[in-house]
């Protein structure tokens, strides 16, 4: 059992050469890919240190992501709960709503760098598609973006958004048709395309560079949080959480506190249950397996096959997560725990009435569990990443329930 105080070094040796997070992670890809995956490799390595490439994405955070986006205290919904003072890291206040840009932007570049003339993702909730694409338009590349036809009409503002700024939305017809199909399209869609095109992975997860890539755009996230949390109230927050589907907004939340005497808290989505297909909880109720490239944990069957998933939050309905959060759980560094879609909107409603933000159904998986210690804590502490805004989910929410009484009235009665 790992402790902060073995973290020190810890970006140094993570993931190793091969792409490794201890047992999980690699690079198991089909014979012709692997020499494509090699030239990002390569490539990342050769400019992730070079002050050109450096500099000129933090003037790309700067003036055009609005970077840094602030630490925000939530008073009264503190005081609701009691003594445990509840924080938010606002990253739906940047560009495009969401964390993704952060990595987005960094890939873009990274495609400039290999003289690529498209970028090629898949996208859940949309988030990722809206940032990748506004990322092909800043950097003046073609863009496809893979989502599966039942997150196409429960994201219907995103999917338009992506379709403005230039993409073309390939909607992901087979299985579920959600964000497990969504991956599958795109990369075989990449596999036709790889000399001219780059995938941008939208999370986390996937073959070796792409956890770790996207770790480091992301850790922008927890570097700057725990300078602003210091700056406003001169210690570190007792505990650190986000919410976790494939782990991007979380891993680059959790790196900057690892080796911080912090708790770290990975929220997963328990959807309507804890039967098979009920839910997306991968931490509590998957087993090592393979699956888009990577080992990690993963929702399977007998035979190793995935199993269906489900979660209110289309960015989270995912059947694995990222290496690196497989590898931090098994050492217990982070702690992951699950929360239920009606624990999920009640935060999206309770943050929305009391401090007038609508929150993502993703990050509001986060601010339930946040909810949850606050009330059982008599001081201290809890830092929310609140990873994107609800512009995204307030038709779908609306007419599934309303302005939201009836989960108001129940925590009050609580």
């Not at 599958?184 to 996937?206: M, R, T």
């Amino acid at each position: 059992m790992k402790t902060y105080r073995d973290f020190d070094n810890y970006l140094k040796n993570f993931p190793d050469e091969k792409g490794y997070f201890g047992e999980y992670g690699g690079m198991i890809l089909p014979p012709e890919l692997v020499p494509a995956f090699k030239e990002i490799t390569q490539a990342y390595q050769k400019i992730c240190n070079n002050a050109r490439f450096i500099n000129e994405l933090r003037r790309i955070r700067k003036e055009f992501q609005g970077r840094p986006t602030p630490v925000y205290h939530c008073e009264r919904l503190s005081s609701l709960l009691g003594k445990c003072q509840i924080y938010l890291k606002r990253e739906d206040l940047n560009h495009t709503g969401a964390h993704k840009l952060n990595h987005c932007m960094g890939e873009g570049l990274l495609a400039k760098f290999l003289d690529k003339k498209k970028l090629i993702a898949e996208t859940g909730a949309g988030q990722h598609g809206v940032a990748l694409a506004t990322a092909a338009a800043y950097f003046g590349l073609a863009c496809d973006i893979y989502m599966g036809e039942v997150d196409i009409k429960k994201q219907h503002p995103n999917v338009i958004r992506m379709k403005m700024l230039g993409a073309n939305v390939i909607p992901a017809t087979h299985g579920l048709k959600t964000l497990k199909e969504a991956v599958d399209a795109a990369f075989e869609g990449y596999l036709k395309e790889y000399e001219d095109a780059i995938y941008c992975i939208g999370s986390a997860v996937g073959p070796h560079p792409f956890p770790m890539i996207v770790r480091d755009f992301q850790s922008v996230v927890g570097i700057e949080a725990k300078e602003q949390f210091k700056e406003m109230t001169g210690n570190l927050p007792d505990v650190v959480c986000a919410a976790v589907g494939g782990g991007s907004n979380a891993i680059g939340m959790f790196e900057a506190f690892l080796s911080e005497p912090v708790d770290i808290v990975g929220v997963e989505p328990l959807g309507k249950g804890e039967g098979v297909g009920e839910h997306a909880a991968s931490m509590k109720f998957g087993k090592k397996g393979v699956l888009h490239g990577f080992e990690s944990i993963l929702l399977q069957d007998e035979n190793g096959e995935p199993l269906p998933v489900y979660s209110i939050a289309s960015g989270l309905d995912y059947p694995s997560v990222g290496p690196e959060h497989a590898y931090l759980r098994q050492c217990g560094r982070v702690k992951y725990e699950a929360v239920n879609d009606d624990e999920a909107m009640q935060a999206f409603f309770l943050l929305s009435r009391y401090e007038g933000i609508i929150p993502a159904i993703e990050s509001s998986h986060a601010l339930a569990y946040a909810i949850k210690h606050a009330r059982n804590q008599n001081s201290g502490s809890i830092l929310v990443n609140l990873s994107g805004r609800g512009d995204k989910d307030i038709d779908y929410v609306y007419e599934k329930y309303g302005t939201g009484e009836q989960f108001l009235k129940e925590f009050i009665n609580k």
